[in-house]
């Protein structure tokens, strides 16, 4: 376990601190990692929304759509290491894109026809993956990508502006909880529909993971070009591990047609030579570019569920900068640090949108997780992971290949994910006091309410009808989007019921995020700070380094005095002439 300094929150025993640059090899072999642990998350991304915008079924299309959030996601990274908030922090596409997209996606049922063909007995469609097919889910995903653009400037305004300071002043652990644990609980759909294809194949997935991550986390293998000498792969690797061998039995039953071929029997869907043509029909280099899929649109329902989802992204985002700042040995980042890291999050949200990677990006947090067991925090190595991933998203076929992951082993993953994203959210209520029937009634009753009313909407024939169509929408997307609902309704409820700072959590939250010294060279422009310093005025744009509240001096009259054998300061009680003199200094 990794020791830390009482004073400043800051691991002790790191490898490599964040401006700190390790071995040129080392770097290569760390910075792949760094790539292959976002991976899993990254290529799932549109394997789940593919039903959603009518892309599943077009293989060659899922293999582009995955190269190409590949390669946005190495820009941001680059960008968001180098200009945003400069911490060692992969970014990748964001999960809580999936339920807006999902609620966006399904008001019209001829924007997907595919998806109700049986109930409206439509025969006359284009076959999956050919050109009449590809209109569908062109349109769909440029309809998300124009929205996502004009969303993003919610988060850049957000971010550059330092709103994102006022706004973390009354979100705390029990607004966080059910808005994080509400992204995965809703998606179980998702993971049932992929699994039920093969449950033994699936199964075998989900005990691959724990196996891998839990059991054996702590078995390492020899690695001579590490400084420790080994290395702990099952940590570092379980989900990758486990895909590769649940994949490798599914082309053993193949071969031996232990699987059936008959598309119409249970098991099928576990076959790996049914998407093999993928692999011969993408290309071999291709270049992802802006406005791919056409020209980018925009409606008000599309729009409003970005906004949600990037709210929630904000959220989770600003919690990670913290946790990555310790496990890297750095200081807490400063307030304009943060804000320049929303800001960038949101330029990098602009970018996935003129590319077309369907949803925005965020920060990664099993990444930061792989610094805390590499205690490898150098952030040459996560922008040399960035660089990884844009020339791997430039491979076509690289992408096609894990298009070809059978759908079992596909939503045995899924499982694993969404519990784990579930767990990260509950994990938030260790702040606060859960002997409490106030908080237990702020996270609760959100909660459910949060899973009921996108349930109503999704079953119900004309939920909502207020005689206007747009407000029907606009409604239906937002009564529909269970993290929106839940985060809503826990954010009113904790800023309303009557509650101190110690039982909300709000107390042990701050001391976490304040502990230690924010002033730090670490978050400085690169090669140009020497003389931002010079220039004055620039201490007063909230995102630029020196901002005058990086680092606020407190004042005697704001603490607050505990210790019963403390005096408070009475009203005539003057300050010593030394604290005058330092802050007119």
């Known amino acids: 376990m990794a020791s830390s300094s009482g004073e400043t929150g800051q691991l002790t025993d790191i490898l490599y601190s964040v401006d700190q640059v390790p071995p040129w090899y080392l770097c290569v072999l760390l910075a ?3 790539f292959l642990t976002a991976f899993g998350a990254t290529f799932a991304f549109p394997l789940i929304i593919s039903s959603a915008i009518c892309l599943d079924g077009d293989l060659v299309g899922t293999g582009e759509l995955i190269s190409t959030i590949i390669f946005v996601s190495g820009m941001s990274t680059v960008l968001q290491s180098t200009l945003g908030v400069r911490l060692p922090i992969i970014q990748s596409v964001s999960y809580s894109f999936i339920v807006p997209i ?9 924007r997907c026809p595919y998806n109700f063909k049986d109930e409206y007995n ?7 993956g050919s050109a009449g097919h590809k209109e569908y889910w062109h349109s769909n995903l440029a309809e998300l990508q124009g929205s996502l653009m004009v969303g993003s400037l919610v988060q850049i305004i957000v971010g550059f502006s330092g709103l994102i300071g006022l706004i973390m002043r009354f979100i705390g652990p029990l607004t966080i909880a059910p808005t994080i644990t509400l992204i995965s609980i809703s998606l179980f759909g998702a993971a049932s529909d992929k699994g039920s294809e093969q449950w033994y194949i699936c199964f075998m997935t989900i005990f691959l993971v724990v196996l891998f991550s ?13 400084r420790e000498g080994k290395l702990a792969v099952f940590a570092l690797f379980p989900v990758l591990m486990a895909v590769i061998v649940s994949w490798v039995v599914c082309v053993i039953l193949t071969e031996t ?10 098991g099928y869907g576990a076959r790996t030579d049914t998407k093999i043509k993928v692999l011969e029909e993408s290309e071999w280099f291709r270049f992802p570019y802006p406005g791919q899929w056409g020209k980018p649109s925009v409606t008000v329902a599309a729009l409003l569920g970005m906004i949600a989802a990037i709210v929630a992204s904000i959220i989770e985002s600003v919690g990670d900068y913290y946790a990555c700042a310790r496990l890297s040995g750095a200081t807490p980042p400063p307030s304009s640090a943060v804000n ?16 077309g990677t369907g949803a925005g990006n965020t920060s990664y947090s ?18 040399l992971a960035g660089v990884i991933m844009i020339l791997l998203g430039c491979l076509g076929k690289f992408g096609a290949l894990f298009v070809t992951i059978p759908d079992p082993v596909v939503g045995g993953l899924f499982y694993v994910m969404f519990g784990m994203v579930a767990a990260v959210g509950i994990s938030n209520l260790q702040f606060v006091n859960l002997n409490s029937s106030r908080n237990l009634f702020v996270f609760g009753v959100p909660l459910f309410i949060g899973l009921s009313m996108p349930n109503w909407v999704a079953n119900a024939d004309n939920p909502i009808d207020t005689g206007s169509s747009i407000a029907d929408q606009i409604l239906e997307v937002l009564c529909g989007t269970s993290m929106f609902v839940g985060g809503v309704l826990a954010f009113i409820l ?3 019921i009557p509650g101190t700072r110690e039982e909300r959590g709000l107390k042990t939250w701050d001391a976490a995020k304040d502990n230690g010294d924010s002033l730090s060279s670490t978050y400085d422009m690169p090669y140009i700070q020497p003389f931002l310093n010079r220039i004055t005025c620039l201490r007063y744009i909230p995102f630029c380094p020196g901002f005058v509240l990086d680092k606020p001096k407190q004042r005697i009259e704001d603490i607050e005095f505990t210790s019963f054998d403390t005096p408070k300061p009475t009203a005539d009680y003057q300050k010593p002439e030394s604290n005058e003199k330092e802050q007119n200094h």
């Open 257 to 266: 047609n232990v699987l059936t071929d008959d598309p119409k029997k249970w």
């Open 102 to 110: 999902f609620v966006v996606m399904n008001l019209e049922k001829e």
């Open 494 to 496: 904790d800023n309303t």
């Open 32 to 34: 792949f990692q760094q």
């Open 366 to 383: 099993e990444n930061i997780g792989a610094i805390g067991i590499t205690k490898v925090g150098s952030r040459i190595v996560v922008q």
């Open 122 to 128: 439509i025969t006359a469609l284009p076959e999956k």
């Open 340 to 355: 320049r890291g929303i800001g960038m999050e949101g330029i990098t949200c602009l970018l996935a949108g003129a590319w």
């Open 214 to 226: 839990q059991y054996l986390r702590n078995v390492s293998i020899p690695c001579p070009c590490l």
